[in-house]
């Protein structure tokens, strides 16, 4: 079984920053793909970036130049540093990651449970 737990969301103000992390934790032989989706109350859950293995990234176009992705492979996490906050960046923020559990299988995706962002003054 594998698990991604995130944490890091909260409460900012317009700006603001936050830094949201998500570590992925079971049986895992690799990580390919790891991003951050978010969904805003009334809205579909919307791409905001992810991350390949070796470090190639995609940006929403609605983040890119403040938000930047990034991952640590030795610990099977990825974050998300989230600058000049909106109060439209407001949302719950999920994490995704395609995961193989071991050399014979194919990758799984695997999300977490989301955390709240919210930004207001």
């Known amino acids: 079984q594998v698990q991604l737990v995130e944490s890091g969301g909260g409460l900012v103000q317009p700006g603001g920053s936050l830094r949201l992390s998500c570590a992925a934790s079971?049986?895992?032989?690799?990580?390919?793909?790891m991003g951050w989706y978010r969904q805003a109350p009334g809205k579909e859950r919307e791409l905001v970036a992810t991350?390949?293995?070796?470090?190639?990234?995609n940006y929403a176009d609605s983040v890119r130049g403040r938000f930047t992705i990034s991952r640590d492979n030795a610990k099977n996490t990825v974050y998300l540093q989230m600058n000049s906050l909106k109060p439209e960046d407001t949302a719950v923020y999920y994490c995704?990651?395609?995961?193989?559990?071991?050399?014979?299988?194919?990758?799984?995706?695997?999300w977490g449970h989301g955390t709240l962002v919210t930004v207001s003054s």
């Open positions: 991350i390949t293995s070796g470090g190639s990234t």
């Open positions: 995704n990651a395609c995961i193989v559990t071991d050399p014979s299988s194919t990758y799984i995706a695997v």
């Open positions: 079971g049986r895992i032989f690799s990580i390919n793909v």
